[in-house]
């Protein structure tokens, strides 16, 4: 059974950092361009990031010099740094690979 499992959501301040992770159950996530997504409240699903099998990752402009995707072969995982948090990066983030998404992480960023 293909599966991925997000965690490392939560609730932190303006200015502060998460790392989200994407754990890949069933398939070689690293074998698959993987995206990171994102819906806030009301608001239709936006994608965040990407990643291609040789590790190049994309961006949307409104992430760029903040967040970064990464990958570890070895735990099947793919990650999310996010720093310099605002609060309008406040949604749920939603991991994919292979048409399949996970439940997504809840990430609230507020003071």
């Known amino acids: 059974q293909v599966q991925l499992v997000e965690s490392g959501g939560g609730l932190v301040q303006p200015g502060g950092s998460l790392r989200l992770s994407c754990a890949a159950s069933?398939?070689?996530?690293?074998?698959?361009?993987s995206y990171w997504y994102r819906q806030a409240p009301g608001k239709q699903r936006e994608m965040v990031g990407s990643i291609s099998r040789n590790g190049r990752t994309n961006y949307a402009e409104f992430v760029k010099g903040r967040f970064a995707i990464s990958s570890d072969n070895a735990e099947n995982t793919m990650y999310l740094q996010m720093n310099s948090l605002k609060p309008e990066d406040t949604a749920v983030y939603y991991c994919?690979?292979?048409?399949?998404w996970g439940q997504g992480t809840p990430v609230t960023v507020s003071s």
């Open positions: 994919g690979a292979a048409d399949v």
């Open positions: 069933g398939i070689i996530i690293s074998k698959y361009i």
